[in-house]
């Protein structure tokens, strides 16, 4: 098994990309008070972590502006708004999905954006799309990174040969994607062996997002780290759609640099991540996430389930298993 | 890295070990309702599990019986009025911890109890005692186990001392318990493969008992049996002490014996664990549980913590940081 770094010491190539907003505005429909994303922005900042993402560029003839918050459209002026000039250590990344985003209209020259890195979401089959976007963003001034979802379900060689087109792309970062919560971490470390791979051969970075619908996300994330990952996308106390995501707060308590800070993140918990469950905004683990984690299928029912009080668990499962093999 | 089996096969080694009432009783005083442990009993033999644990065997000179619910004692009687005869093949186990039990007064000949197998949980320096108590318990009939706690505490070469003094004993199986949740899976693969080397030395079987303080148990219990070990203890939603232990319902989706079934889990889920959860019963992760589990602490402080419904997250991690260090 490839192994870099050990335990007891730290590597200098590992960033956690704070994905909260965007991960967590999918629970919340983005809407997020500005005082929750100031506070989440300076407990980021004083934690040491690398990135924080806003959340999408999403195109608004698509999405109506009136039923998301304004963190699906992450404007740069309402970045700015929150952040300033953006001088200060911790980088700002947005995610484009493909087929959602006006990015000739909505992306313009870094010089002249807070944003520091685009991560374009994909599927193996518009991998074409995906590249336009990203040589786009690459030459307007932008890192970015492909984020290649639901490989769960993709085969082997299709996946092969995704790598080998986006290996010889201008991107930076390519991120393996757990969509549905459904990889073990033996079938994790056998994707971040063919993924580092690729890295070797182009000189890419390799980052995980995982979720934790089998309560897997944090494992799947240290384990693909200690092989050499180093983009580590984390979410505070998971919070993202369904199942929710690896754990800001595991991640920290993992890592060894003396540049990341545990203590910024407590008090945000304390402070903010209470306040909105008590609000009723609802994630992580429960047993219709692990069914569809279990049965490789995307969240949306499990997510409907619950929207839906039910709790008969078991036709819930039979419904899952017939809808796959009926 | 040791590999048994492959994730498309089966294993006929592996045992499933229910310890819902057993470490599901630390959060509930064992006050179960009968109509809970019969249901409990049924879902186990309908789905495929091969023990359940019942409860401690603790001595009533030492333990209040009315301050804990009747299955911190397991009488034989209290159990024989739940499942009658016990011969349908699901096999009955109890605890016994070193100390807090009366062994020879409360342990009769296998012959004349349905219990089938005593599991004895000692600290590294009481192993002689639990060694008295299995030679004991084997010499009456028993199945027996040592459960080695706290070894995240234990040095390297008092773990292997204790390996080889109950090698050379007449224990069936040895278990690795992760008492505090503070180990990752790259240490827990490392102790898997030292206790296996042990089991194949002087022939015995290896369990795993993992808590899940950071989100780590079920990742742990499929890293380590996929190197060997055979013997996995879990409890239905996780129900244990504090952030509770591996998720019957997430080992049942892990396996592939056909032998074994999810639904009637499910099953006893809607029936009896929301309903529990509705009661104010309390388990699972949560942060302060995180923070003694990366703290490699007892989770006493952060029970009290959650019991006395406090929420300043971060004077509690330097509580716990300072009485460590200071």
Redesign the interface.
């Known amino acids: 098994?490839r192994k870099k770094g050990e335990?007891v010491s730290f590597r200098q190539d590992i960033k956690i990309v704070d994905c909260t907003l965007r991960d967590g505005g999918l629970v919340n429909n983005f809407f997020f008070t500005d005082e929750f994303v100031k506070d989440l922005y300076k407990a980021n900042l004083k934690s040491g972590i690398d990135y924080m993402e806003f959340g999408y560029k999403a195109d608004s003839d698509l999405f109506d502006r009136d039923k998301f918050g304004k963190w699906k459209f992450c404007n740069d002026d309402d970045i700015r708004a929150i952040i300033g000039d953006n001088d200060d250590g911790l980088k700002i990344s947005v995610m484009a999905d493909v087929g959602r985003t006006n990015f000739k209209r909505d992306i313009t020259d870094k010089a002249n954006s807070p944003i520091d890195m685009i991560r374009v979401a994909t599927y193996i089959h518009t991998i074409p799309a995906a590249l336009e976007m990203v040589e786009y963003c690459n030459k307007k001034g932008y890192e970015t990174t492909i984020n290649i979802m639901a490989i769960s379900k993709s085969n082997d060689s299709d996946l092969d040969d995704a790598l080998e087109i986006i290996g010889q792309s201008c991107v930076d970062t390519i991120y393996i994607v757990d969509s549905y919560g459904s990889i073990?971490?033996?079938?994790m470390r056998r994707l971040a062996d063919k993924y580092i791979e690729c890295a070797e051969k182009y000189n890419k970075k390799i980052g995980i997002h995982a979720h934790?619908n089998?309560?897997?996300?944090?494992?799947?994330t240290?384990?693909t780290l200690?092989m050499g990952v180093s983009y580590l996308d984390s979410t505070i106390?998971g919070m993202g759609r369904g199942a929710g995501n690896c754990?800001t707060?595991?991640l920290l308590?993992?890592l060894k640099n003396p540049k990341y800070h545990?203590?910024p993140i407590?008090?945000f918990?304390?402070e903010h991540i209470?306040k909105l469950k008590d609000e009723g905004i609802v994630w992580g683990?429960d047993?219709p996430y692990?069914l569809t984690g279990?049965m490789n299928q995307h969240p949306r029912d499990a997510i409907q389930f619950i929207s839906d009080k039910r709790?008969?668990?078991?036709s819930f499962?039979?419904y899952l298993y017939d809808k796959d093999n009926l």
């Open positions: 098994m335990l073990y971490p033996e079938q934790n089998q309560q897997l996300a944090f494992a799947n240290i384990e200690t106390n754990s707060e595991l308590g993992f545990l203590t407590l008090t918990l304390e209470n683990y047993i692990m279990r709790t008969d668990y078991s499962f039979h």
